[in-house]
Nanobody, 116 residues
């Protein structure tokens, strides 16, 4: 079992920046990859950013060049640095962890609101 706790969401004006973090606990040594999805009201959940094999990263097209994912393996933590935020970035941001047991674990989500 893996537990994920997100933090750092909040309210920010367009053009601003925000960083959200995700801390994993439990059977963390078997985590393969971690990353972020988001879901806006009435829309499907979409990939924001994630780590892949070899430490490579993948980003959703709408956030490329604005968002950066980083991690600290020793602390089982990932961060998502979000710059040049737009109103359309408003969503609940969910952290995920892919486990070697084949399961994907999810955090409870953190709300990010971009509005003037």
């Amino acid at each position: 079992q893996v537990q994920l706790v997100e933090s750092g969401g909040g309210y920010v004006q367009p053009g601003g920046s925000l960083t959200v973090s995700c801390a994993a606990s439990g059977v963390t040594f078997s985590i393969r990859y971690m990353g972020w999805y988001r879901q806006a009201p009435g829309k499907p959940r979409e990939l924001v950013a994630g780590f892949m094999r070899g430490g490579n990263t993948v980003y959703g097209d709408s956030v490329k060049g604005r968002f950066t994912i980083s991690r600290n393996n020793a602390k089982n933590t990932v961060w998502l640095q979000m710059n040049s935020l737009k109103p359309e970035d408003t969503a609940v941001y969910y952290c995920y962890a892919d486990h070697r047991n084949g399961l994907r674990y999810w955090g409870q989500g953190t709300q990010v609101t971009v509005s003037s």
